[in-house]
């Protein structure tokens, strides 16, 4: 099963106000706990998640780490993003590099998108291998590789 | 007895040092101090915001009586530090001297955010939700940087505010403003200033750092520990990311940043500048003061 975790929701329901943007330590360990719960407590049992950062405006680099980075490197399932726009992975790519971890982003939204491994280039490697090897993605003629889950 | 201090007539983060001189000399014996503006031509959100730094630093513990201030007496410049925030913060930390004119802090002008005050995470997200919209027109129609560039601006100031939250022990400011720089580029600049009267770079990181540098450990040392090793005072791996982040944003777009910290300032320095990029045995200011300058974008031979 694939878990979808829409971010911009946990993060409105995580800070007071209407703030769209992810900065700051704090709003980032409170909204990775909501996910980790929400992950933790799905009734099915989750292969993938999905986290959406879809509506989400900006993204600093103490979130970054503070959300993607924690929940890879802590990680119970396969964690895809998707909804990232130019400027998140700005934000996202070099903690993921100075960690030595690497993330899958969707490229297209709505799902079942092409797939890109993000982060450090050992890491992503090895990140590929993993999932083509579970047989949880599967290498396209592009040379990109998609989810096999619908 | 109260202890005269200086306020320059161009206020900005060259003259700051001579007005950290006046500051230092002045509160070595626990007096009330009066800071005289009175003279004041021009300052930049760097000047005004170690203004108010060095109003909270004067406080005296158990004293009801605030450090005075001689308000600028010229109306122009008495007009623009109202729009800029300054006096509706300064309300707070001064007793001020000199009629005030009834003016609000810009919502419509080069003041990007007036001086706003930062002293919790919630700041943070109010400063980066306000200062995107305006910052987008402004980064890219007037500097001429990629539209996409405004996310970046917005993750530098970020964690430039953050910085206080985090690492002061006390509250502080942040102001952005655009301008046209005559004097060192003959070109429009985007400036961040933030600054704290709080407990500054070395006492935050000297539990986990000061063992590593042994007698070499300074108010430099700390500065370039953070700035050009990225080191924390948490052990966390993910920490220290912030000034890192900061320091990659302003080299894509040539940009400078400067950061002062008690008797040390350290710069990473772009062509167009003459800045030095480390200073010690500067006089002891308390806190931290952040700079970040971002120019318009093409030839920036100074």
């Known amino acids: 099963m694939i878990q979808h975790i829409d971010v911009h929701a946990v993060l409105q329901e995580s800070v007071s106000g209407v703030y769209t943007d992810l900065v700051t330590r704090p709003t980032g360990r409170v909204?990775?706990?909501?996910?980790?719960?929400?992950?933790?407590?799905?009734?099915?049992?989750?292969?993938?998640?999905?986290?959406?950062?879809?509506?989400?405006?900006?993204?600093?680099?103490?979130?970054?780490?503070?959300?993607?980075?924690?929940?890879?490197?802590?990680?119970?399932?396969?964690?895809?993003?998707?909804?990232?726009?130019?400027?998140?992975?700005?934000?996202?790519?070099?903690?993921?590099?100075?960690?030595?971890?690497?993330?899958?982003?969707?490229?297209?939204?709505?799902?079942?998108?092409?797939?890109?491994?993000?982060?450090?280039?050992?890491?992503?490697?090895?990140?590929?291998?993993?999932?083509?090897?579970?047989?949880?993605?599967?290498?396209?003629?592009?040379?990109?590789?998609?989810?096999?889950?619908? | 007895m109260t202890r005269l201090v200086d306020v320059p007539a161009q206020f900005d983060d060259r003259s700051f040092e001579q007005f950290a001189g006046a500051y230092a000399a002045a509160a070595t014996d626990g007096e009330r101090l009066l800071f005289d503006a009175h003279a004041a031509e021009w300052a930049s959100p760097y000047g005004l915001v170690g203004l108010l730094a060095a109003g909270q630093a004067a406080r005296r513990p158990g004293s009801p009586d605030r450090p005075l201030l001689t308000a600028p007496t010229h109306a122009d410049v008495l007009t623009y530090w109202t729009r800029a925030g300054f006096f509706r913060e300064a309300a707070e930390l001064f007793e001020i001297h000199g009629k005030l004119p009834r003016v609000k802090p810009a919502e419509q002008s080069d003041v990007l955010l007036p001086v706003t005050p930062v002293r919790a995470a919630e700041d943070v997200h109010a400063v980066v939700s306000n200062i995107q919209q305006r910052a987008s027109a402004i980064l890219a129609s007037e500097l001429g940087l990629d539209p996409k560039a405004t996310m970046g601006f917005a993750m530098a100031l970020s964690e430039a505010c953050q910085n206080i939250v985090e690492h002061a022990g006390t509250g502080g400011w942040v102001a952005v403003q655009a301008y046209h720089w005559r004097r060192k580029l003959a070109r429009r600049v985007v400036v961040i200033a933030v600054a704290d009267a709080g407990v500054g770079f070395r006492h935050s990181l000297e539990p986990t750092q000061s063992k590593r540098f042994g007698a070499r450990w300074s108010d430099a040392a700390a500065l370039e520990a953070a700035l050009i090793q990225g080191v924390s005072r948490f052990r966390d791996p993910g920490r220290g990311q912030g000034l890192a982040g900061i320091r990659r944003y302003l080299a894509r777009w040539d940009g400078k940043i400067a950061i002062r910290s008690g008797t040390a300032r350290i710069a990473i320095v772009p062509k167009w500048d003459d800045d030095v990029p480390l200073k010690d045995g500067l006089p002891a200011f308390p806190g931290a003061q952040v700079l970040i300058i971002i120019p318009e974008q093409g030839s920036t031979t100074p």
């Open chain 1, 31 to 150: 909204v990775r706990e909501r996910i980790e719960r929400a992950m933790a407590t799905a009734q099915d049992p989750v292969t993938v998640t999905r986290i959406d950062f879809t509506g989400v405006g900006c993204i600093d680099y103490s979130c970054a780490d503070e959300i993607v980075a924690k929940l890879l490197r802590d990680r119970r399932a396969v964690v895809v993003l998707s909804g990232i726009s130019e400027g998140h992975r700005e934000a996202i790519e070099p903690v993921l590099a100075g960690h030595g971890l690497a993330a899958l982003i969707e490229r297209r939204e709505g799902g079942n998108g092409e797939l890109e491994a993000l982060g450090a280039p050992e890491a992503a490697a090895a990140l590929v291998d993993e999932l083509v090897a579970r047989r949880l993605a599967v290498r396209t003629p592009a040379g990109t590789i998609a989810l096999t889950l619908a």
